[in-house]
């Protein structure tokens, strides 16, 4: 098998996205654009992947070594944007000694599939050429680099600028996209000459330049995969043509969308057999969620397990949390990082969590916050009640043993430990530890006054006369 590495260019600014942002940082499904090629080039295993970058080259690079903290990333720099030739022949040095095939892909093309290099790399290795390419054929080529053709064979790319009339007539259209043996690569990049209208090292050069050494192979594609981005239109509409990809991929896998149109599904999420997803649901980067699950309409998931059978009712958000099988969260629960849910836990409508680590078989079902908390099995936590885990200065632990009843409105003033099967009364505020089996009680004793109303009225009655 022919060694691989990729060249990725995402060195320019992008103008029309009208933003103080580079181009190639702007999300779709939660991603920067330039993470999608990156992707499908290490899918394929490539051992050296160079993003060119130029523009915020330094916020470029920490986004790209944050999302891809393991891979064989060698950055290069384009000082100055004189054209895709002269970036990709910024990567050189990184690609020193490499003897293979390069991939050349773009940063803001999101929507290339992997079974798509595949052909190309497939289609190079048939030819026997020095490179193969990528094409699409448009009703309006209209901007695009026409491919030239002599009897079938691939002789040359022309762009609009530059192309005769004739030219501007066909309709098969030049991707970018190519596979390209690293010797000819560095070679002929060496022999391009900025003669065209724009005054810029064309890559499309490359083409003619391998055609006079052999046939150039070419894979033909719908237009829709090889789309790029200029601006912030183009960006959600190719968002919305993943989102399509990857929630069609979904429902095949057995998952069903009550309104795949509204859910936002992030491209590595993994979603079970049978699992059912709501309308306006976001399920993000970093999710697993297993079978049998509900997610009700908007809930939002980020970072987080959630096992199976468990039912996520409408508008719960979780963020980097753990939730164990068959649980029942919401709605209008907020599972905060660090929330950690055995089996059977059940947490109701305006229930917040952080950092709590929660037994088998818990409830806690209205208006409540549990933070740095670490309660056992079988408990019930009260509508209305607190974990006091913040003193100003330090955060502090709540416990609770198991089998313990907590009443409604009580405050755990943290560090504090409820000891297994004790009971807190409502309305109380726990200041000191509760041993087991216990009761305790802090509010003040009941004070009835009969005839109080009454008396009351009358004297603003006799005021006001």
């Known amino acids: 098998m022919t060694a691989l590495s990729a060249v990725v260019l995402c060195a320019g600014k992008g103008t029309r996205m009208k933003s103080k942002k580079a181009k190639v940082l702007h999300a779709i499904l939660g991603q920067p654009l330039c993470a999608y090629p990156l992707k499908r080039a290490l899918e394929l295993g490539a051992t050296s992947v160079v993003p060119v970058v130029g523009h915020q080259a330094e916020d470029v690079e920490k986004e790209l070594r944050a999302r891809f903290p393991q891979a064989p990333l060698r ?7 004189r054209g895709t030739a002269d970036a990709v022949r910024s990567a050189e040095e990184a690609l020193k000694g490499f003897s293979g095939r390069v991939l050349i892909l773009y940063g803001d093309v999101p929507l290339l599939r992997r079974e798509t290099l595949a052909g190309l790399l497939a ?16 009703a309006d080529p209209t901007g695009y680099g026409r491919v030239l053709r002599e009897n079938g064979r691939v002789v040359r790319v022309v762009e609009q600028k530059d192309a005769t009339a004739e030219q501007r007539a066909v309709r098969e259209c030049n991707a970018g996209i190519y596979s390209v043996d690293a010797a000819f690569l560095w070679k002929a990049l060496a ?12 890559l499309t050069d490359l083409v003619e330049l391998a055609a006079k050494q052999g046939d150039v192979a070419s894979v033909e594609v719908d237009a829709t995969e090889t789309a790029g981005v200029n601006d912030k239109v183009e960006l959600a509409a190719r968002a919305r043509v993943l989102q399509r990809r990857i929630n069609e991929a979904h429902m095949r896998a057995g998952v069903t969308f009550v309104d795949p149109d509204t859910a936002y599904v992030d491209e590595d999420v993994v979603v079970g057999a049978d699992t059912e997803v709501g309308p306006g649901v976001t399920l993000m980067s970093g999710s697993v969620i297993g079978q049998d699950v509900v997610i009700g309409p908007g809930c939002v998931v980020s970072a987080s397990t959630v096992a199976d059978g468990t039912v996520l009712k409408p508008y719960s958000v979780l963020e980097e949390a753990r939730v164990g099988v068959r649980n029942v969260i ?9 929330t950690e849910l055995a089996e059977d836990v059940h947490l109701g409508n305006f229930v917040e ?9 818990t409830k806690a079902n209205h208006l409540t916050y549990l933070g740095d908390a670490k309660i056992g099995a079988g408990c019930n936590v009260g509508a209305g009640t607190i974990t006091c885990n913040y003193d100003g ?9 198991d089998g313990v009843f907590i009443g409604s409105d009580t405050q755990l003033v943290a560090p ?13 505020t726990v200041t000191k530890n509760v041993p087991p089996g216990s009761l305790a009680v802090s509010r003040a004793p009941q004070v ?13 009655t006799a005021k006001g006369a």
């Open 448 to 460: 009835t006054k009969e005839g109080w109303v009454a008396a009351k009225k009358a004297r603003r």
């Open 330 to 338: 919401g709605p209008f629960a907020r599972l905060r990082p660090g």
């Open 393 to 401: 200065v330090n955060k502090s632990l709540t416990e609770l043993g």
């Open 191 to 202: 022999d391009i000459k900025p003669n065209n209208a724009q005054g810029e090292y064309y």
């Open 353 to 361: 969590t952080k950092k709590a680590v929660i037994g088998k078989g």
């Open 416 to 428: 504090v430990k409820v000891g297994d099967g004790a009971y807190v009364g409502a309305g109380t």
């Open 75 to 81: 950055f290069a720099l384009q000082r100055e944007q």
């Open 123 to 138: 289609a190079h290795d048939a030819s026997g050429g020095v490179l193969a390419m990528v094409t699409t054929v448009l």
